[in-house]
C-alpha cells in the first residue's frame, strides 16, 4: 500500500525531528538500542540504503528523496525530478547509486545525489526493488501496479544504467525482492494470486540471469524479499511470518520459526550471523501500534521479537538496511518514520 505525502513532511525535510509535530523514542535492551524519529503527518518511505555509518539515502512517495551525511541526525532534501513513488535505492559508494520507482522509473547519480538523472527502463510498470555489484552490473524487479496481477519482469544492465535490456517476462506474478552475491549468482522473490489463493516462489540464476529456474514455490504465502549473505547463505520472507533458510544456494529451503504472524517485507544480514527483519501488522487483534522488529544472531535459529509502540496507528515498516551487526535503519510509513538501530 502507497500513502501520499502531506506538507508535513517539510519538517522532515528540514532536519527538524524534535520540533513541532515530531518526537523521538528511545528503546533500549539487551540487543541494543532502537531511535524512533517521525512526523506527526501521513507520509510514506519505501526504501533505504547506507553505504557507512554516516552517508544514507531513503526514498518514497511521490518522488521524495532524503540523504544524511551523518547517520540520520539530520536529512536533507535531494530533487529526483520525478513525482511518482520511489520504490527502492541502491548505491555500490558515496557517490554512484540508482533508485527505481513506479511507471518504470529509473534514476542514476554519480555525485552522491546533487544531481539525478533518468535512465531508460524500456517498460511501464513499476519497478520495486534494485541491485547492483559493482558500478556495472544491476538488475532491477518489478511487475503490475496491482500486486495480485500476474505481470513481472527483471531488468538487467551491464553498463551501468546506460542501456537496460528485459531478462525476463513472467505472468507468474509480481516480482517483490532481489539480491545478487557477485555478477553471475542472483536470487529473487515474487506472489501471485490475491487473498484466497495467494503463493510465493523464488528463482535463480547462476549465470548472471541469462537463464532463471525456480527453486522453491510456497503456496499460500506471498514472498516479499530475499537477501543472501554468500553463495550459500540465504534468506526469504513473506506473509504470516514466514521465513525459509538455505544453506547451500538454494538447494534446500527450510522454514525457520518467526513467532509471529504478519506479514514480514524486508530482511538483511550483515554476516552469516546477524539479521533484521521488519513488517506489517496485519494480523486481527494486532496493536496496530507497535512495530513489528524481529532480530536475530545465531542465523535465525532464533529470532527475537521487537514491537516497538510509536503511539500511533497502523505502522508499517517497508525497508531495513545495516552497514554491519551494530549499526541500522528502517523505515515505513503511516506516519513517517525513520529509525536506527545501534549497539
Not at 57 to 77: E, Q, R
Not at 238 to 265: A, F, R, V, Y
Request: with cysteine.
Amino acid at each position: 500500500m502507497k500513502k501520499i505525502i502531506t506538507n508535513g513532511i517539510i519538517l522532515l525535510i528540514c532536519g527538524i525531528f524534535l520540533e513541532i509535530n515530531c518526537r523521538r523514542i528511545k528503546i533500549i535492551d539487551k540487543l541494543g538500542r532502537w531511535e524512533v524519529q517521525f512526523s506527526d503527518t501521513l507520509g510514506s518511505l519505501m526504501g533505504v540504503d547506507f553505504v557507512d555509518e554516516t552517508y544514507g539515502w531513503v526514498v518514497g512517495a511521490s518522488g521524495i528523496i532524503l540523504h544524511t551525511t551523518d547517520g540520520g541526525s539530520n536529512w536533507f532534501p535531494q530533487s529526483s525530478g520525478v513525482s511518482v513513488n520511489l520504490n527502492a535505492v541502491d548505491f555500490i559508494d558515496r557517490s554512484i547509486g540508482w533508485i527505481v520507482g513506479d511507471e518504470g522509473v529509473i534514476l542514476y547519480t554519480k555525485d552522491g545525489g546533487l544531481n539525478w538523472e533518468t535512465q531508460e527502463s524500456g517498460t511501464e510498470l513499476d519497478l520495486i526493488d534494485v541491485c547492483f555489484v559493482d558500478n556495472k552490473n544491476g538488475w532491477i524487479i518489478g511487475g503490475a501496479e496491482d500486486p495480485c496481477s500476474p505481470e513481472g519482469i527483471i531488468l538487467n544492465t551491464k553498463d551501468g544504467g546506460k542501456n537496460w535490456k528485459i531478462q525476463m517476462n513472467t505472468k507468474e506474478g509480481r516480482l517483490e525482492g532481489i539480491t545478487f552475491v557477485n555478477s553471475n549468482k542472483g536470487w529473487v522473490v515474487g506472489r501471485s494470486g490475491g487473498p484466497s489463493f495467494s503463493s510465493g516462489w523464488i528463482l535463480h540464476t547462476n549465470n548472471g540471469g541469462k537463464k532463471w529456474v525456480t527453486q522453491k514455490e510456497k503456496v499460500g504465502e506471498w514472498l516479499m524479499d530475499v537477501f543472501f549473505i554468500d553463495e550459500n547463505y540465504g534468506w526469504a520472507v513473506g506473509m504470516k511470518g514466514c521465513i525459509l533458510h538455505t544453506h547451500n544456494g538454494g538447494k534446500d529451503w527450510e522454514p525457520q520459526e518467526s513467532g509471529t504472524e504478519e506479514i514480514l517485507n524486508s530482511i538483511v544480514f550483515s554476516d552469516k550471523y546477524n539479521g533484521c527483519i521488519v513488517g506489517t501488522k496485519m494480523v486481527s487483534g494486532s496493536d496496530y501500534r507497535k512495530l513489528t522488529i524481529l532480530y536475530t544472531s545465531d542465523r535465525g535459529k532464533n529470532w527475537d521479537i521487537r514491537e516497538i509502540d510509536v503511539g500511533t496507528v497502523w505502522t508499517n515498516l517497508t525497508d531495513v538496511c545495516f552497514v554491519n551487526s551494530s549499526c541500522g535503519w528502517a523505515v515505513g510509513y503511516s506516519p513517517l518514520i525513520i529509525l536506527h538501530y545501534e549497539r
